[in-house]
Nanobody, 127 residues
Framework: QLQLVESGGGAVQPGGSLRLSCTTS????????LGWFRQAPGKEREGVSF????????DYADSVKGRFTISRDNAKNIVYLQMNSLEPEDTAIYYC????????????????????WGQGTQVTVSS
């Protein structure tokens, strides 16, 4: 189910920044835990960052800790991924995902938990 829409991808030089956004008109984010995943050429899709329904809890892949920040604005029905100090290894298609949950402070780090996905946005980091 492709019900989410990502934006903000592009091409940047190493050390640069991008902010990805994800929203939907199909449902209300307040009832969903959200996550960002990415898939690099020739590699499996991997989890990048995850955030709970109420935004109080989040987690990151070790490879992006200290460089990426996930946040959400439930009033605007949008989730962000701020990506700083980008490296060539961050080049991938980035996907937003959502999972309905009763737990307000629960996040999910495996793509198998998510049943709503976007089409992805390309991020290319190259000099």
């Amino acid at each position: 189910q492709l019900q989410l829409v990502e934006s903000g991808g592009g091409a940047v030089q190493p050390g640069g920044s991008l902010r990805l956004s994800c929203t939907t008109s199909k449902f209300t984010f307040v009832d969903y835990a959200l996550g960002w995943f990415r898939q690099a050429p020739g590699k499996e899709r991997e989890g990048v960052s995850f955030i709970s329904r109420d935004g109080t809890r989040s987690d990151y892949a070790d490879s992006v800790k200290g460089r990426f920040t996930i946040s959400r604005d439930n009033a605007k029905n949008i989730v962000y991924l701020q990506m700083n100090s980008l490296e060539p290894e961050d080049t991938a298609i980035y996907y937003c995902a959502a999972r309905s949950t009763l737990g307000r402070s629960v996040w999910y780090d495996s793509e198998s938990y998510y049943d709503n996905w976007g089409q992805g946005t390309q991020v290319t980091v190259s000099s």
